[in-house]
C-alpha cells in the first residue's frame, strides 16, 4: 500500500466520505423487470417492466426508453414511450417525442406538440399520493 506524503499507513485505510449522488439512473443497455423504488431521482434511458414509485422525488424517462409500468413520483418528465398510468403530486411534462398510452394525473399537465396521449387525463389537482 502507498503511503501518500503526509499521510499515515492507517489514514490512507480510512473509510471514504458518504457517496452524494443526486440521481440514480437506469441505461440504456438494462432491462429491468420488477418493481422499483428509489428514494432519490430516477433516470431510465433503458427499458422497464413493472411498476416505479418515488414518492417525493422525479422522474425522468428518455428520448429512448420504453417503459411498461405504471409511474409515481413528485415530477415526471417523459421523453420516451410509457404503456402505464402516470400519476404525479406536482407535475407532468410531456416532450415532443412522448407517447403514453395509460391514463395521467397531475395538477399540472405541460404537453408539447407532437406528444401522444391514449388515455385519461384529470388534471383537477387533487393529490393522491
Known sequence: MAN?????????????????????????????????????????????????????????IGAGASVQADLVA???????????????SVKIDLHATASVNGDISAPVLLMADGAVVTGKVDIEGRKRI
Open 4 to 60: 501518500v506524503e503526509g499521510q499515515t499507513m492507517s489514514d490512507a485505510r480510512a473509510p471514504m466520505p458518504e457517496e452524494r449522488r443526486m440521481a440514480a439512473w437506469v441505461g440504456k443497455a438494462l432491462l429491468i423487470q420488477g418493481k422499483i423504488i428509489s428514494t432519490e431521482n430516477l433516470t431510465i434511458d433503458g427499458r422497464v417492466e413493472g411498476t416505479i414509485e418515488l414518492g417525493d422525488h422525479s422522474l425522468t
Open 74 to 88: 413528485q415530477t415526471i418528465v417523459i421523453s420516451g414511450a410509457v404503456a402505464g398510468n402516470v400519476l404525479a
